[in-house]
C-alpha cells in the first residue's frame, strides 16, 4: 500500500478514529518524498505529534528524541528539531547537539507542509541520529523536558550553547542549574581564574558526579523552602571527600573554586521568579569577597555579581555604605579589574563624603552587529536595566521604617539597604531608568538611589567636576607664582568640547591658549592661538556637544590642523613642528598625540577616558589600558608645569610620583575630580532627608524640587571649598614633610595594620625609602600624600563613627554647616535627626581634623597619650571652640594678596599650635566626657584672656609678640588676621591656667599675668623653645621631648598654684622663698647656656624641676 495509505493505518493504533482521520487529512500530503523514503509511517506519527505540539504551544521550535526500528545498521534513536521561518544552518543545530553531549552520526532536513486554518504553513524537520547505548536511552529520554527547556532558551538567545549543557544528562541538572554553574564560571574568570571557559566547562562535564552534589549543596543553602543547615553541611562533606580524590591539580583547583563561590555567597536570587511567575533574566549573587580565595587586592566587604544571557555585571563596595557609578564597560574578559581599580580610585575619593568607595561596571555581550549608535544605545540600556534589577533583586529595604528582606531570598549576611549608584562612563543619562527601576522595587531611597536624574544636581551644567579640578590647579599655579585665571597659560589636554569635564575645564577662564589636544577620534593643534577668538569657538563646541572637527578652521593660528586619528599619516606644519618639538616633517597619530603629552606647556589637562602616563619602571601591561600603549608616555618625559586630573585614571600612581619627583605639580584623580561625587551625596543625604519630610506630609513632592533646584549655586560652593581645603592640607603636608618622614611612616604603618593597606598597591614608600628621605631631607610626593591622606580621613572616620562622640550635641553644629542654610532653617529637626547623621558627623570631623591638624596628627597624639582616636576628636573639638582654629585657617586660606610662602607658614603654625594645645585636653579625662559643658565653662574666660592679651604677657613676650605681628603685616597680611595669629602663639596654656583659677577660685586674669610673669621671669619660655629646637627627624625623639615641654609647662602652672594659693604678687613670692628661687634660676641659667639640648639633658633637667616645684607647692 502507498506511504499515505499506511499513515491511516499507523494513526488508528495511536488515536481515536475521529483524531485520526483529522490528522490524517492534513498530513497525508505534507511530507516531502525525501522523508517518506527515509522514515516508515509508524515512525512518521511521533513527528506529527511533534509538528502538532510546534503549532499548539506556540513556540519557536519543539525537539523529541525517538527511537526508531534499526534498518540495515542504522543508529535506532534520534533528536529532531522542528521550527518553523526559514530553514537554520545544520552546524549551528550540530553545535547545540553536540553540546548536549550527544554524537550524531549525520543529520537531516525535511520539509512537511500543512494547511492551518486556511494558510499553508511549512515546518522544517531537523533530524540527528545519535549513538546511545540502549543503557545510555533509557537515561537519555526523561530528560527530554530538561533539554527542550534548554533548547528554547538557546533557540532564543537566552541562553548560552556551550559544553555545559551536557550537564543537562551528565548531572541530571536543570537549565537553571546549568545557568548556575554557567555564571559561576563566568565570575570566576573574572576573579583571574587562570583557565578558559572551555577548560572550566571541560573539567565540569568530566566531573558530574560533582557537579551535582555542588548543586544540591547550593540548594541546600539558599532555597528559601527546603534551605537546611545538616544538609547543607553532610554535602559539604560529600564534596571536599570527592575533591581530594582528584588527581589532576587543575581539576582540583576549578573543582575547589566553585565550592569556595557558594560558601562565600551570601545571598542570591536564584529562587526569586518574576510577576508571570517566570525565571528572571539576570542570576545575581552577593559575595563575601574575603571568603574567595586568590582574589586580586584590594578586597571589597561585598560584591555583587550579576549574570544573563546579554549582559554581566560587578558591583564593588568597600563597606556597607558605599557609593560609586556603574560603568560600560568594553572590557569582556577583565571587566571585574577594571571595576576594581576605578572602586580603588573612588575609596580614596570618598574620603569627603560619607558613603566610602564603591564601583559598578556591565558589559554588552551581544551589542547589534553594525548596528547604528542608537541601537546600541538600546541594547546598552536594557543590559542596564538588567544589571539594575540583579543589585536591587538582593537588597534590603525600609519599609514604614521596617527592615525587609529581599523575598524568596536566604540571607546569611546582617541587613544591609543601602545601596545606591551614580552615573559613569557610558551611563550619563542613565539615572533616571535606574531610578524608574527603583520605584518599581518601592525601594526606600527613591530617585536618591541614582543621583544626577532630571531631578537632581547636572555635573555637566553645574561644570562641578572640572571647576573642583580648577581649584587644584589654581592651587598649584598659587605656589608656583601664576595665576590661572588672569594670566594667559598654555595648555595641551585629553578629550574634546562636547565631553562634560574637558569642555568645562577649558571654559574655565578666558585666558587659555589650548595649543593642542587630542580626542578618541581627532587631534587638535593650534600652535599660538588668540585666547578670546578660540574661548569663544571653544565655547559654541561646548553648547553644540561637538568634537575638534567641527572648529572652525578659519579661527586656527598660523600652522593649525584638526587631524583625524584614522589617518595613517599626518604632515605637520612648521608651526605645529615647533609647538610640540617635533623634527620630521610626516609623523603618526600617535606619535603626534605622545608629541602633545610631552608639550613644554603650564597646563596639561586629562578630561578624557584612557591612561596615557605611566613611570619608567612599569611596562605597558601593567597599565592594564591596551588601546593606549602606543601612546602612553612617562613621568619623567612630562615638560609641563601642572596637571589637572579633571578625568579618572589619567595616569599610574607611578606616573604621578614620577612627575611630582620631575618637577610637575599635581595631586591625583581622586583629589582633583572628588566634586563630581561629592555634589552626588549632597544629592542623596539632601534628597533621603527631605524625602522621609514628603512621607511624613510635612512637605510636597513638587516643593521638594523646587527647593532642590534652589540650593544648586550654595551646593556647589560648598563643595568647591572642600577640594580647596584638601589642595591647602596637601600642600602643608607636603612642605612638613622633611621633618616628619618617620611620622608619615608611623602613620602608613598604621594604615598597613588597621586599614589593610598595601604599600606595594599604592606605591608608597618603604622604610628603607623613608629612612633614605629623611638623611636627604627630601619631601614625599603630594601624589602619595594624596593617598596617605584619604585613607587616613577614612580610618578616623571608621573609629568615630563606632563611638558615641558623633551623638554629642556639641557636633551638631557640623550637621548645619553642612547642609544648605535654606533646609537648617525651615527643617533644623530634620536635620538633627539625620538617618545617616552617624556617619556624616564621623566624616565631617575627620576632615575637619586631618585638613586643620595635619594627617599624621591623630596617630601622633595617639601614641604620645595612649588614647583613642575618639578622645584625640574630643580636645580637638573642644580647643577648636575655645581657639577658633578654623576660623582663623579659613581666612588664612582665603589670602590671595600675600606670597604662598607666608600663606603657607602662617598655615604650619596654626597646625603646630593646634599641636600644642590639644595634649592638655587629652589629660582631663572629665573635660573630654563633657564636651559642651567644658566649652560652656570654659569659653567666657577665654574670651576675656584673648582680649585682654596684650595687657597680661610680660614686657619680653609682649615685645616679641607685636614684632610678629608687625612682620606679617609687612609681609601684605590683612591688620585683624597679623593680630589674631600672633596672639594665637600665647594662648596655646590659657586653658590650663583657667582650670587652675577655677580650682582654686582665683580671678582667671589674675592666674593668667602670674603664669606669664613666672614663664618670662624663670626661663620656662626660653626653655621649651630650645626644647623644640633640638627636635630632629626622628619620631620618638620628638615624642620624648613633646612629651618634656607638657611637663615643664605643668611645673609652671604648680609654682602659679604656689603664688596665687598665697596671696602674693610673683615679686613677693620669689622674696619670701629666695633661696629656692636661687636654685631655679642657676638650674635654667645651665640650660639656657647651651647651645643645643638633647633628650639626656632635658630629661635631667626635668628631673631637678620635680624635685624643687613641690617644695615649692607643699
Request: net charge negative; glycine share 6%; aromatic share 8%.
Amino acid at each position: 500500500a502507498p506511504w499515505q495509505n499506511q499513515i491511516l493505518s499507523a494513526l488508528n493504533q495511536r488515536f481515536s478514529n475521529d483524531v485520526a482521520s483529522k490528522l490524517d487529512k492534513k498530513y497525508r500530503e505534507a511530507f516531502s518524498l525525501s522523508f517518506q523514503e527515509s522514515h516508515t509511517p509508524e515512525s512518521a506519527i511521533e513527528d506529527i505529534i511533534s509538528v502538532e505540539k510546534l503549532l499548539n504551544v506556540q513556540s519557536p521550535v519543539v525537539m523529541a528524541f525517538t527511537s526508531q526500528k534499526a534498518q540495515d545498521g542504522d543508529t535506532p534513536y534520534h533528536l529532531s528539531f522542528y521550527h518553523e521561518g526559514d530553514p537554520i544552518s545544520p552546524l549551528k543545530l550540530l553545535r547545540i547537539v553536540e553540546n548536549f553531549g550527544l554524537t550524531p552520526v549525520s543529520d537531516s532536513h525535511y520539509t512537511c507542509e500543512i494547511t492551518v486554518e486556511g494558510q499553508k504553513r511549512e515546518i522544517h524537520i531537523h533530524d540527528f541520529p545519535i549513538q546511545v547505548t540502549a543503557d545510555q536511552w533509557v537515561k537519555l529520554d526523561p530528560r527530554q523536558d530538561a533539554f527542550e527547556e534548554a533548547l528554547q532558551a538557546i533557540w532564543q538567545n537566552l541562553a548560552g550553547n556551550d559544553r555545559l549543557n551536557e550537564l543537562l544528562f551528565l548531572a541530571e541538572m536543570t537549565l537553571p542549574e546549568v545557568v548556575l554553574v554557567r555564571a559561576i564560571g563566568r565570575y570566576l574568570m573574572q576573579a583571574r581564574l587562570p583557565y578558559s571557559q572551555d577548560y572550566y566547562a571541560e573539567i565540569l562535564t568530566r566531573h558530574a558526579p560533582i557537579v551535582r552534589l555542588l548543586t544540591d549543596y547550593f540548594h541546600a543553602r539558599f532555597d528559601p523552602d527546603n534551605h537546611s543547615e545538616a544538609k547543607a553541611a553532610a554535602l559539604l562533606k560529600q564534596c571536599e571527600n570527592y575533591i581530594a580524590q582528584v588527581k589532576s591539580l587543575d581539576e582540583d583547583r576549578v573543582l575547589r573554586r566553585v565550592l569556595n563561590f557558594i560558601q562565600a555567597t551570601v545571598r542570591t536570587n536564584y529562587y526569586q521568579r518574576d510577576s508571570l511567575g517566570m525565571i528572571k533574566p539576570q542570576l545575581s549573587f552577593k559575595i563575601n569577597s574575603a571568603e574567595i580565595t586568590e582574589l586580586p587586592k584590594p578586597v571589597p566587604l561585598y560584591e555583587t555579581f550579576v549574570y544573563a544571557h546579554r549582559v554581566e555585571g560587578i558591583h564593588l563596595r568597600t563597606s556597607k555604605i558605599s557609593r560609586g557609578g556603574l560603568r560600560w564597560s568594553d572590557r569582556r574578559e577583565d571587566f571585574r579589574d577594571e571595576v576594581l581599580d576605578l572602586m580603588k580610585a573612588q575609596t580614596v575619593k570618598n574620603s569627603v563624603i560619607v558613603p566610602t568607595g564603591a564601583k559598578g561596571g556591565f558589559y554588552v555581550k551581544y551589542p547589534p552587529l553594525d548596528g547604528d549608535r542608537k541601537a546600541i544605545q538600546a541594547e546598552g540600556i536594557a543590559c542596564y536595566q538588567i544589571f539594575i534589577r540583579g543589585l536591587l533583586d538582593i537588597t534590603d529595604n525600609w519599609v514604614n521604617k521596617e527592615m525587609v528582606r529581599p523575598r524568596r531570598v536566604v540571607c546569611y549576611d546582617e541587613p544591609d539597604p543601602y545601596l545606591v549608584v551614580a552615573a559613569d562612563k557610558g551611563t550619563a543619562t542613565f539615572s533616571d531608568i535606574a531610578n524608574a527601576i527603583s520605584k518599581d522595587y518601592n525601594h526606600w531611597l527613591g530617585d536618591a538611589f541614582a543621583s544626577g536624574g532630571s531631578v537632581g544636581y547636572d555635573h555637566k551644567g553645574m561644570g562641578i567636576t572640572a571647576r573642583g579640578a580648577w581649584e587644584s590647579v589654581r592651587h598649584h599655579g598659587y605656589l608656583l607664582g601664576i595665576n590661572v585665571d588672569k594670566d594667559p597659560i598654555t595648555v595641551v589636554g585629553v578629550g574634546d568640547m562636547g565631553g562634560d569635564v574637558f569642555g568645562n575645564g577649558l571654559l574655565q577662564s578666558p585666558h587659555l591658549k589650548l595649543i593642542g589636544a587630542f580626542s578618541y577620534s581627532h587631534i587638535f593643534c593650534d600652535p599660538h592661538p588668540d585666547p578670546a577668538k578660540s574661548f569663544a569657538e571653544r565655547t559654541r563646541l561646548f553648547k553644540a556637544v561637538a568634537n575638534w572637527d567641527q572648529y572652525n578652521p578659519a579661527l586656527l593660528s598660523k600652522g593649525g590642523r584638526i587631524y583625524s586619528r584614522g589617518d595613517k599619516e599626518l604632515e605637520l606644519t612648521p608651526e605645529i613642528k615647533a609647538a610640540f618639538g617635533i623634527e620630521n616633517d610626516k609623523v603618526t597619530p600617535a606619535e603626534l598625540m605622545r608629541a602633545i603629552l610631552r608639550a613644554q606647556v603650564d597646563l596639561l589637562w586629562f578630561g578624557g577616558i584612557g591612561t596615557y602616563v605611566k613611570a619608567s619602571t612599569e611596562l605597558d601591561v601593567d597599565v592594564r589600558d591596551k588601546a593606549n600603549d602606543f601612546i602612553r608616555i612617562t613621568g619623567n618625559e612630562l615638560r609641563c608645569k601642572i596637571i589637572g586630573e579633571g578625568a579618572n585614571l589619567g595616569m599610574t600612581q607611578r606616573g604621578r610620583i614620577e612627575a611630582d619627583h620631575h618637577g610637575v605639580a599635581l595631586n591625583t584623580d581622586f583629589i582633583d575630580n572628588s566634586a563630581g561625587v561629592n555634589t552626588s551625596d549632597y544629592e542623596v543625604n539632601i534628597k533621603i532627608l527631605l524625602n522621609a519630610l514628603v512621607s511624613d506630609g510635612k512637605l510636597t513632592m513638587d516643593n521638594r524640587n523646587k527647593l532642590l533646584e534652589s540650593m544648586t549655586d550654595e551646593i556647589a560652593a560648598l563643595v568647591l571649598a572642600n577640594n580647596r581645603a584638601q589642595n591647602t592640607a596637601l600642600g602643608i603636608a607636603r612642605e612638613m614633610s622633611p621633618g616628619r618622614t618617620e611620622h608619615f611612616g608611623q602613620l602608613i604603618e598604621e594604615l598597613e595594620n588597621l586599614s589593610g593597606i598595601s604599600r606595594k598597591l599604592e606605591a608608597l614608600p618603604t622604610e628603607a625609602d623613608l629612612a633614605r628621605m629623611a638623611i636627604e631631607g627630601q619631601k614625599l610626593t603630594r601624589p602619595e600624600i594624596s593617598v596617605i591622606m584619604s585613607h587616613t580621613k577614612l580610618l578616623v572616620t571608621q573609629m568615630l563613627a563606632q563611638d558615641n562622640i558623633v551623638d554629642d550635641p556639641a557636633l551638631l553644629p557640623l550637621l548645619h554647616e553642612y547642609f544648605p542654610a535654606a533646609i537648617v532653617k525651615k527643617y533644623p529637626e530634620a536635620v538633627n535627626n539625620f538617618a545617616l547623621k552617624q556617619q556624616l558627623v564621623a566624616m565631617l570631623l575627620a576632615n575637619a581634623i586631618v585638613n586643620q591638624a595635619s594627617v599624621y596628627m591623630p596617630k601622633w597624639l595617639s601614641d604620645r597619650t595612649g588614647l583613642g582616636y575618639a578622645d584625640i576628636a574630643r580636645s580637638f573639638v573642644i580647643a577648636n571652640a575655645l581657639f577658633e582654629f578654623e576660623k582663623h585657617w579659613n581666612a588664612v586660606q582665603a589670602l590671595e594678596n600675600v606670597p604662598s610662602e607666608v600663606q603657607q607658614q602662617l598655615l604650619i603654625e596654626l597646625l603646630q599650635h593646634t599641636d600644642r594645645s590639644l595634649p592638655w585636653f587629652l589629660n582631663q579625662n572629665e573635660l573630654l566626657r563633657d564636651i559642651s559643658g567644658t566649652i560652656a565653662r570654659y569659653q567666657p574666660h577665654f574670651v576675656k584672656l584673648s582680649d585682654n592679651i596684650l595687657s597680661l604677657l610680660p614686657p619680653e613676650r609682649r615685645h616679641a609678640r607685636n614684632n610678629h605681628e608687625q612682620r606679617l603685616i609687612a609681609e601684605g597680611v590683612p591688620v585683624n588676621i597679623a593680630a589674631a595669629h600672633a596672639n594665637i602663639r600665647s594662648l596655646a596654656a590659657v586653658p590650663s591656667v583657667i582650670a587652675l583659677a577655677l580650682d582654686i577660685k582665683k580671678p582667671v586674669v589674675d592666674s593668667a599675668k602670674i603664669y606669664f610673669q613666672i614663664g618670662e621671669r624663670f626661663g620656662f619660655d626660653q626653655l621649651r623653645e630650645q626644647a623644640r629646637q633640638s627636635m630632629r627627624n626622628e619620631y620618638w625623639q620628638r615624642q620624648a621631648i613633646s612629651a618634656l615641654i607638657e611637663d615643664f609647662s605643668a611645673h609652671q602652672l604648680r609654682l602659679t598654684r604656689a603664688v596665687l594659693t598665697q596671696n602674693q604678687t610673683l615679686q613677693q613670692w620669689i622674696a619670701n622663698e629666695h633661696q629656692l628661687a636661687e636654685r631655679l634660676d642657676v638650674l635654667m641659667r645651665e640650660l639656657h647656656g647651651e647651645t643645643s639640648l638633647g633628650v639626656t639633658q632635658l630629661t635631667v633637667a626635668n628631673r631637678r624641676l620635680r624635685g624643687l616645684v613641690p617644695s615649692w607647692t607643699s
